[in-house]
């Protein structure tokens, strides 16, 4: 067995938070050792949470788990079910289907607790949801602009979007542009933007590996995402570049919505019509600040 066990459900933003805590983790401590499972049914990880409970666990000659990471509302009894078993401690992703209380420690984005007048002693707040990117040193020049799609958050027009577009290609002409499109991104809006006058890279979604988002914005100088895209946004604020957003108009005041607000108000980013500044940039780091608080718990041995 690992040191870390990730309970998967396959999305790429729930696996994104678990390996971007994890591997916070592991940069603090190398010798720790990672593994990934897919859920159990919850038929069976309900009868494996029973018969730990009352049969007991893990034999004492299987190498322990020590730590259960879970996100998605699909994981949670498997995790549960898996830290009873193992004996482990564990952490949940995002707020829970089930009671906090729970879980050893759930780590919730802002947003998720607007409706929460008293932060549980088990919750690590954090500025968005954990992600796995990691600042490095900036390719001056270099700008991405981050394509999301249809939410039920914002409504999304493709005239809208293309237009604010051209404007930062032709408001930054000495900027090198990447255009990343999202699975959301819709094929009307690809084949618009071929008729865009402006020098830019295109870059389609189905044709990047995992890892390609993460590298490339770490090193990028410059940043734009579409209203609706909050893990990229925080991705970028993350990476340390200078981010702006396309502006959509919101279909609903969810919490989406209202993050994204905060993140004007606290000035964390800017428009077409009020450009962020790129005087030291913010850089958030809040996978390495939950995996500070997690390691000093001392459920993974020494530091």
């Not at 071929?194 to 090193?219: C, H, K, Q, R, Y």
């Not at 004007?264 to 030291?280: C, H, I, Y």
């Not at 995996?291 to 530091?303: S, T």
Request: hydrophobic share 40%; glycine share 6%; aromatic share 6%.
């Amino acid at each position: 067995m690992s040191d870390i066990l990730i309970i998967s459900d396959g999305k790429p933003g729930h696996v994104n938070q678990s390996k971007g805590l994890a591997e916070a983790l592991v940069r603090r401590n190398p010798a720790l050792a990672v593994e990934v499972r897919p859920p159990l049914s919850v038929f069976n990880a309900l009868s494996l949470l029973i018969k730990s409970m009352f049969f007991g666990g893990a034999s004492p000659s299987m190498k322990p788990t020590a730590l259960v990471l879970a996100a998605g509302h699909k994981t949670h009894w498997t995790a549960l079910a898996l830290g009873r078993f193992f004996k482990a401690k564990t952490v949940v992703l995002m707020k829970p289907s089930l009671p906090i209380s729970w879980f050893d420690q759930c780590v919730i984005p802002e947003h998720d607790l607007l409706d929460v007048d008293q932060l549980p002693a088990n919750v690590i707040q954090t500025r968005g949801a954990l992600n796995r990117v990691v600042a490095q040193p900036k390719q001056h020049g270099t700008g991405l602009i981050l394509l999301g799609g249809p939410s039920k958050h914002y409504e999304w027009h493709d005239q809208q979007v293309l237009d604010q577009i051209s404007s930062v290609l032709t408001g930054f002409p000495d900027t090198q542009w990447t255009l990343a499109t999202s699975r959301r991104t819709p094929d009307s809006l690809v084949k618009a933007l071929s008729g865009l006058d402006s020098v830019f890279t295109l870059v389609l979604a189905e044709d990047t590996s995992s890892d390609w988002l993460p590298n490339t914005i770490a090193i990028t100088e410059t940043c734009w995402v579409t209203e609706d895209s909050i893990s990229m946004t925080y991705e970028a604020l993350t990476a340390g570049c200078v981010v702006n957003l396309i502006n959509l108009l919101p279909a609903e005041k969810s919490r989406v919505v209202k993050g994204i607000e905060r993140l004007k108000t606290d000035e964390l980013v800017g428009s077409l019509s009020k450009p962020a500044s790129s005087q030291n940039p913010i850089v958030l780091a809040e996978a390495d600040r939950s995996a500070e608080i997690i390691l000093g718990y001392g459920w993974l041995g020494e530091q």
